[in-house]
């Protein structure tokens, strides 16, 4: 350039035309210096606008650390219910939710005239059942007598029938002996030829009275069997005839109920129907029921926390939070007045119950000034910290259509303008990441090689782009 100006300057020309010649050629080198410039500039700001403008970073060895930061509730560590008897009408109520009490501080009337009345209801009740219990059981006696006395009788016809079924089989059993023998003494008795017609009338009668005896035995034997399955049955169903009735034991369970009660209610009288505070502490939980002139729940009347039991912290974290938080691990507090509670470990981690895939961890914590109970408070628990020699910034991480993690590497390239940065994807292995840094599989990035962080436009593998540090 500085030649051309040179040859420009000292050209030779007419001496007319010296003068305009030389000043042309002057004008003509600035015009042109001056739209190369703007074309430079042109060209810088064309590449501003459409190549995008990145940062980059080297993988490092760094320690990934988890800090699992949540906000729960203090909560009583020991809730006592407040109970009495339930269905007592409310005198009065002193306890209001929040308010803190000492040990035998009156929380709650009952209704004296409404107790005393209660418990006449409940003597009369149990003389009541004093006289069912004492008709049940005569009611009873009287069935069980009649009971033992149809077994007695069905026994003594069983015993006659043994008797008079026996006596029946006997002769039935000598007659049929006595025509066994008349028979074998006509066999053995030798016959003459004159007798002959005659004997064989005689044997045939002879025989036809053995069958007729042996017949009227086996029908003896039968019909006393028979007669005495028959009593037997009789035995039984009047041994089954009246069960024993639950009536008497029903009731006797009932009055025992009853007499629980109303020691109960006799103990109340004593105390002049005022409900007290077990301990010092601070009332929880009021029921909804417990208001004056209500009546006492079956359940619990109110929940007193006891100041000297502490208290715990109760929050819920994520099914992936659990992973970095377990049993033991430290704890840092803070309350809703930003101060830091230290010094704490981690009680429990349980699975909730209400939520699926979430988890309740509790933090035991002692009597503090800095503490009241149901204050919101925010916990950091940090797990163990673990080394990787290959770590990358989190937002260098990026991810395709299918899920797969993948960097951006700046890569040079030589084109028909020179060298050019272009943006190449490659694809990697998370072993490990937290909310800022990511750990990939050892080998995948080399120690001094360039990926994208940042840019000011977004950025496709293939892009061409300029790095923000080479501009500054």
């Known amino acids: 350039m500085t030649d051309i100006i040179k040859k420009v300057w000292s050209m030779e020309i007419k001496k007319k035309d010296h003068r305009s010649m030389r000043e042309k050629a002057v004008t003509g080198l600035a015009v042109f210096l001056v739209l190369m410039f703007l074309f430079t500039m042109l060209s810088r700001a064309a590449n501003a606008i459409t190549i995008p403008r990145v940062t980059s970073e080297s993988p490092q060895k760094r320690s990934i650390n988890h800090t699992v930061s949540v906000e729960g509730t203090i909560e009583s560590q020991d809730e006592q219910p407040v109970v009495t008897v339930e269905g ?8 209001e939710k929040g308010k803190k009490v000492k040990a035998g501080e009156l929380l709650l009337q009952i209704d004296m005239e409404y107790l005393k009345e209660k418990i006449k209801e409940l003597e009369l009740e149990a003389e009541t059942i004093d ?32 008797d008079s079924g026996n006596r029946s089989v006997d002769r039935a059993y000598q007659e049929m002996i006595n025509a066994q023998k008349s028979l074998e003494d006509f066999y053995n008795t030798p016959q003459t030829d004159e007798e002959g017609s005659d004997s064989a009338v005689q044997e045939e009668q002879l025989r036809a009275d053995y069958e007729t ?28 005839e009246t069960e024993k009735t639950s009536t008497a034991e029903s009731a006797a ?25 077990p301990a010092d502490g601070v009332i929880t939980e009021i029921d909804e029921t417990v208001v004056t002139g209500g009546v006492t729940p079956a359940t619990k009347l109110m929940l007193l926390s006891k100041e000297e039991a502490g208290f715990r912290f109760v929050a819920n974290i994520t099914k992936d939070e659990q992973k970095y938080v377990s049993l033991g691990d430290e704890v840092i507090l803070e309350t809703k007045d930003k101060e830091e509670i230290k010094g704490l470990t981690v009680t429990s981690v349980t699975k909730s119950e209400k939520e699926a895939d979430t988890y309740e961890v509790t933090v035991s914590l002692n009597a503090d000034a800095r503490i009241n109970l149901y204050d919101s408070a925010a916990m950091k628990v940090s797990g163990t910290a673990k080394t990787y020699s290959t770590c990358i910034s989190k937002n260098a991480l990026r991810k395709d259509s299918n899920d797969q993690d993948y960097v951006l590497l700046l890569v040079e390239k030589d084109t028909v303008l ?18 800022t840094y990511a750990a990939l599989t050892n080998g995948e990035l080399a120690a001094g090689q360039k990926i994208i962080l940042n840019s000011d436009k977004e950025v496709q593998s293939g892009d061409k782009v300029r790095l923000a540090e080479d501009e500054e």
């Not at 005896?213 to 089954?240: G, P, W």
């Open 131 to 162: 006289l069912e219990i004492s008709d049940a059981r005569y009611n009873q006696s009287v069935q069980d007598n009649n009971r033992q006395k149809n077994i007695n009788r069905a026994v003594e016809n069983y015993n006659a029938a043994v």
């Open 253 to 277: 369970i009932k009055k025992e109920t009853l007499e629980i009660n109303l020691e109960k209610y006799n103990e109340l009288l004593k105390q002049e129907g005022k409900i007290t505070a």
């Open 418 to 435: 020179g060298k050019q940065l272009e943006a190449e994807a490659l694809n990697v292995n998370v072993q490990d990441s937290n909310d």
């Open 213 to 240: 005896k042996k017949s009227a035995y086996e029908d003896a034997v039968a019909a006393r069997d028979e007669s005495l399955r028959e009593k037997n049955n009789t035995i039984e169903e009047a041994q089954n």
């Open 88 to 95: 007592l009408k409310i005198g009065a109520v002193m306890a």
